[in-house]
């Protein structure tokens, strides 16, 4: 006889959904490029969890490039975009979360507003005065519309 008990049943949570930068630069100058991040492949979903350092980095849960489970990592601002509100449902990933901090919808969608723009800002400042590589594959120039 199993003593185990099955889980309990969790409410849905507001949180704020992002997807990991397909191409990140790095290295002397920033003349590098990696895809991804070291815990997460480029284009990942994760969602945030929490934020430190005036927003320059953000606590998130997703899937990594090793494992179909969820885990916590912390991951620079930069390296994430596309910020939305969503609400989650799934058991696995309400338990890796572990609670809302958001509240509502509304918080959601300001908190999401906020992290775009910070992130956008801390990619800009990273590099300043230096060229992107050529051909460069980061997300600021991926994201141009030409």
Not at 76 to 104: E, K, Y
């Amino acid at each position: 006889m199993s003593t185990a008990r099955p889980h309990e049943p969790l409410e849905p949570v507001w949180t704020i959904a992002a997807n990991v930068v397909r191409w990140r630069r790095h290295g002397e100058g920033g003349q590098g490029q990696r895809p991804g991040t070291k815990t997460f492949k480029g284009g990942a979903k994760v969602y945030v969890c929490g934020w430190s350092g005036g927003r320059e980095y953000c606590s998130v849960a997703g899937r990594t490039r090793r494992s179909p489970r969820f885990v916590n990592a912390i991951v620079p601002a930069r390296h994430l975009h596309t910020f939305r509100p969503q609400l989650v449902r799934s058991p696995a990933l309400l338990r890796t979360i572990g609670f809302s901090w958001i509240g509502d919808e509304e918080g959601a969608v300001a908190g999401a507003a906020d992290l775009e723009r910070s992130a956008r800002t801390y990619r800009a400042g990273r590099w300043p005065d230096r060229p992107h590589p050529e051909p460069c594959l980061c997300h600021e120039c991926l994201s141009r519309v030409p």
